[in-house]
């Protein structure tokens, strides 16, 4: 048994008693102090605490935290690797050098890729958007599922975890190489490359990919590109998604194509590539970078004439996003990226004037910027200027937190997620007569 299997096994038995010992003795403690409102409901749950979250939280004003405790600051200077930082949020700890060597080597022993899939790909059109190209590939790998043929046999729920677990390897070992393959295929026109089973796994990703990075510059900021998109929380869009369909007993491949299909989403995980678009059309605008004061005039014409500046607000966060300060603390010690595209000047001039310019629009609660409007323009100064390819890079990143999470809502031995729906008529009875009128549909 590979050592992170073991190590679950121990930690995962201790989450179980845990979260058994917190349901029976405390299940019927209320941990919300204000009652539901019609506006929760017709607003998207907004501000509803509807998750679970045990990976990582993030706090309104301080952003990510890994475990709850860890801030994302922290996070890159504990850790270089994704690998690292999965261990991490699956088991509590960080691994040792031994136990890092230890899961690096099962993760390349996991490395082939199933010729089936590779002819699914191969039969896909090469104009296909890159992350449906991933999401198709992705629901193929599913026939490798080790956790379907023993549920269906009948193994017993405290099994269920570690055979998530042993698909999620699997996909973690395999999916980063059908992301290069797709980069290749649609943007160069290329065979795909091996991966060179003696580098890291990002190392290995930006191998595949085939872009030169002699300077290891790509490498490094990809490592970190994956550590921050890895796990936000559970009630994201595809976090949350991820929780749905995992906790149906769905498959990793299957939930993973949920969570694909999610940050597909312009509002979502596509943000970054549309941030991209914004600045490539601020500079095309201009003919150059904008001064400061063009800048600020630019953008206060954008918003009031109804445009959406993807990659400002967000939905949980008031201030600046954390991963945000990362990305540009990694630009500050690293120069020679913004020597190399005026893009990367432009996201910063404009990270620096949004938040006044968006202050003037009393609608918008957060006028800060968040990673994806960073992370794009990051990408590009390295050479990967394709941004159709960019959401790709995320799905590859957030799978990491997805798969810890899973494993240990499973461990856990957590139920279907399924909470209630009313009709509009009814939350209007609600509104209008009283909420008592919704008590003959409460069922728990
Ligand atoms: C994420 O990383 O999932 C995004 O910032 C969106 C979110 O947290 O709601």
Redo the contacts with the bound molecule.
């Keep these: 048994m590979s050592r992170i299997m073991a190590r679950a096994e121990q930690r995962m038995a201790r989450n179980r008693q845990r979260y058994q010992h917190l349901l029976h003795e405390y299940g019927a403690r209320p941990v919300t102090e204000g009652a539901l409102t019609v506006e929760h409901l017709l607003r998207g749950n907004r501000g509803v605490p509807a998750a679970l979250t045990d990976t990582s939280f ?1 706090h309104p004003g301080q952003g990510l935290q890994f475990l709850g405790t860890t801030s994302c600051q922290e996070m890159v200077k504990l850790a270089t690797l994704p690998e690292q930082v999965f261990w991490y949020i699956l088991l509590d700890t960080l691994p040792t050098d031994d136990e890092l060597r230890d899961f690096q080597e099962d993760l390349r022993s996991r490395a082939t890729v199933p010729d089936y899939a590779w002819a699914v790909l191969e039969a896909l059109p090469v104009e296909m958007h890159p992350m449906s190209q991933l999401q198709v590939v992705t629901n193929a790998l599913e026939g490798e599922s080790q956790f379907r043929p023993r549920y269906q046999a009948g193994m017993p729920r405290q099994e269920h975890w570690r055979w998530m677990l042993e698909d999620g390897l699997d996909l973690l070992a395999r999916l980063h190489q059908v992301a290069a393959a797709i980069y290749r295929r649609r943007f160069l026109n290329a065979m795909p490359l091996a991966p060179d089973l003696t580098l890291d796994w990002t190392a290995q990703f930006v191998q595949m990919l085939g872009i030169d990075d002699s300077n290891g510059l790509l490498t490094a900021y990809m490592r970190q590109y994956v550590i921050t ?1 890895a796990d ?2 559970a ?5 949350n998604t991820a929780a749905i369909i995992n906790s149906t007993m769905a498959t990793m491949a299957s939930t993973l194509v949920g969570t694909f299909a999610a940050l597909s989403g312009p509002l ?2 596509m943000a970054n590539q549309d941030a991209l678009g914004f600045l490539e059309g601020v500079l095309k605008h201009f003919g150059r970078l904008p001064t400061l004061p063009e800048a600020e005039s630019y953008l206060e014409n954008f918003i009031a004439a109804g445009g959406i500046l993807s990659g400002f607000g ?4 008031r201030d600046l ?1 954390a ?1 945000f300060v990362v990305l540009t603390d990694f630009l500050d010690r690293t120069p020679e990226i913004a020597r190399r595209h005026e893009v990367i000047a432009c996201m910063r001039l404009f990270a620096e004037i949004g938040p006044g310019v968006l202050k003037k629009f009393p609608k918008i609660a957060n006028p800060h910027p ?3 409007f960073g992370s794009g323009a990051v990408l590009y100064g390295l050479g990967m200027t394709q941004r159709t390819f960019f959401t790709v890079l995320f799905c590859i990143s ?1 799978m990491w937190g997805v798969i810890a999470q899973a494993v240990r809502a499973r461990a856990e031995l957590r139920p279907i997620i399924r909470p209630l729906s009313y009709t509009l008529d009814m939350v209007e009875a609600a509104a209008v007569q009283g909420p008592e009128t919704l008590r003959p549909y409460f069922t728990v």
Excluded: P
């Excluded at 009630?235 to 976090?239: I, P």
């Design positions: 993030v998109h936000h929380e009630a994201n869009a595809s976090a979502h995980g967000h939905a949980q966060l996003d991963r968040n990673i994806d957030r």
